[in-house]
């Protein structure tokens, strides 16, 4: 496989579909990020009154908790590529009565926000689907205010990520090989060039933790659409697949996933790292 024609708005619109596909369902699986949303949160130590930026938000599940935490005087802004997300997102914070919580729909490598303007941004699981991931980052500093902090979490490597590398796995075993390679979502996966990109970006203050993921699933459906609501472009090509060969994708992950069963389903633990720096 090479790198060689890889299309950046080819890859953003087939990501947009795929998240746009499954953005009813999205948060099915998020009750199984809720500690990890929460170390996000710890270090971001939002305050009242804040200008907050949820960036690659999908439907604002963080967005929602930052917003109770700055308060009425506050202002959250949960913004993402895929406007399914976002209508989700919306319809969920009228219901509960958000008012400070507002979705814009905008590709993070190009925000459509002031100079300035945020006191923190935070980036839940988002920077690796981004092709030019600098470009998101000196957004990203531009966006926010002198001394602002941007949190945001990714994968660690992809041997320490089996939630997504058993999916990974069978994919690579019974659909044909993509021509062009995508961007690995296992990118930033080592503290080291994580840091140095943060750096190279213009960042300071940079501190990088290691968060362990835990995941239970009650049967292996339940981890396919776990992974699946991860993951929007496999989603959208899956998606496309014919009845036959998506039953063999799903055989395929239940004989995978045997190495991870126990009394109770199957447990997976992936390491995912959390990042905090200062513009
Ligand atoms: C794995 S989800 C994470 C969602 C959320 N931050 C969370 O932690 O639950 C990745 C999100 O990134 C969004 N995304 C992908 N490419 C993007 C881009 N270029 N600009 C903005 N959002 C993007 C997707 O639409 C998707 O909602």
């Given at each position: 496989m090479s790198t060689a024609g890889f299309d950046a708005r080819r890859f953003k619109a087939q990501e947009r579909a795929g998240f746009n596909r499954i953005a009813e369902h999205?948060?099915?699986?998020?009750t199984l990020r809720v500690d990890l949303q929460r170390a996000l949160l710890d270090d971001a130590a939002l305050q009242c009154g804040e200008r907050v930026l949820d960036l690659?938000?999908?439907?604002?599940l963080l967005a929602r908790d930052a917003a109770v935490q700055v308060g009425d005087d506050g202002r959250l802004v949960a913004s993402d590529i895929a406007e399914a997300m976002l209508a989700v997102g919306q319809r969920r914070a009228t219901a509960d009565g958000l008012a400070n919580l507002l979705f814009a729909a905008a590709d993070a490598e190009h925000l459509p926000f002031a100079d300035d303007h945020f006191d923190a941004v935070l980036l839940g699981?988002?920077?690796?689907?981004?092709?030019?991931p600098e470009r998101a980052l000196a957004e990203i500093r531009r966006v926010l205010r002198p001394g602002g902090r941007l949190v945001l979490s990714v994968w660690g490597p992809r041997e320490a990520v089996p939630l997504i590398s058993h999916a990974q796995d069978c994919i690579a075993r019974i659909l044909p090989k993509p021509k062009v390679e995508r961007p690995s979502v296992?990118?930033?996966?080592?503290a080291g060039p994580l840091e140095l990109l943060l750096r190279q970006a213009g960042f300071g203050g940079v501190s990088i933790a290691e968060h362990r993921l835990h995941c239970h699933f009650p049967s292996h459906e339940a981890y396919w659409q776990a992974f699946l609501a991860l993951a929007g472009g496999a989603a959208e090509a899956i998606g496309r697949l014919d009845d036959a060969l998506r039953q063999r994708l799903a055989s395929e992950v239940a004989g995978e996933l045997e190495a991870c069963r126990s009394a109770d389903g199957f447990h997976t633990d992936s390491l995912v790292l959390v990042a905090s720096a200062r513009r």
């Open positions: 999205y948060d099915e699986g998020a690659a938000s999908g439907p604002g699981l988002g920077l690796f689907m981004f092709p030019h296992f990118r930033f996966g080592h």
